[in-house]
């Protein structure tokens, strides 16, 4: 079936670092959206991708999507405090309209950011 | 405009004995998911209910779970004899209504299970 890969695990920066984590998808993908999780949170929506190549930016967030719409990173400029939580991307299941519901999460990638 | 709301937040359930977990959409929503988050794990897709109907449970597992979600009142994820691999986070999220691409799913504050 579907798998939906992330790395790193797990990432501890310093306060004012980049961060990026990476997703992998085993198909490809209609979009892909990602979430972020605060330590004992429920997971917040923060942007789709549609477009084959496609970019977008948030602040400081940069959110990529590959050519291939298979894989997908997120990249944080200068970190803060505010930044920790857990980054998971999310793909549709299947490629048509009757399973685009069903979202395959990667495992997540923990941030903790030292002051 | 109130978000997604779960309740109860934190259930604890002895062995054998049913969880009811239940689920209030967004204002104007009338799609709803149903999640499994074990620690340090991704979120598992587990049901997907429009009104008075489900519409995928290939998540969900076929004993003691089950779901629903009625005409009036919030959408119910129940699970008979609990067991202590049922402890998790069960998150509800729900959409709008679906287009040709994948509605953003809106999620509510979860449900932590402990099952003793």
């Known amino acids: 079936g579907q798998q939906v890969m992330q790395i790193p695990q797990y990432q501890h920066v310093q306060e004012g670092e980049d961060f990026t984590t990476y997703c992998n998808s085993s198909?490809?993908?209609?979009?892909i959206q990602w979430y972020k999780q605060r330590p004992g949170g429920h997971p917040v929506f923060l942007i789709q991708l549609v477009k084959s190549g496609e970019v977008k930016k948030q602040k400081r967030l940069t959110f990529q999507f590959g050519e291939a719409k298979k894989n997908s990173s997120l990249h944080i400029t200068a970190t803060q405090t505010t930044d920790v939580g857990t980054y998971f991307c999310?793909?549709?299941?299947?490629?048509?309209?009757?399973?685009?519901?069903?979202?395959?999460f990667g495992k997540g990638t923990l941030l903790t950011v030292n002051p | 405009n109130a978000g997604v709301m779960q309740n109860p937040r934190h259930l604890v359930r002895r062995r054998g004995q049913e969880a009811r977990l239940r689920c209030s959409p967004m204002k104007g929503h009338s799609h709803v998911y149903w999640y499994r988050q074990l620690p340090e794990e991704g979120l598992k897709f587990m049901v997907y209910?429009?009104?008075?109907?489900?519409?995928?449970e290939s998540g969900m597992p076929k004993e003691r779970f089950s779901a629903e979600f009625p005409k009036e009142g919030p959408s119910i994820l129940r699970i008979q004899q609990v067991v202590r691999g049922d402890s998790a986070a069960y998150f509800c999220a729900s959409s709008p209504q679906l287009t040709g691409l994948q509605e953003t799913q809106y999620f509510g504050p979860g449900t932590r299970l402990l099952v003793l």
């Open positions: 198909t490809t993908l209609s979009n």
């Open positions: 999310a793909g549709p299941r299947g490629n048509s309209g009757g399973s685009n519901y069903k979202l395959t």
């Open positions: 209910l429009q009104k008075e109907n489900i519409i995928d």
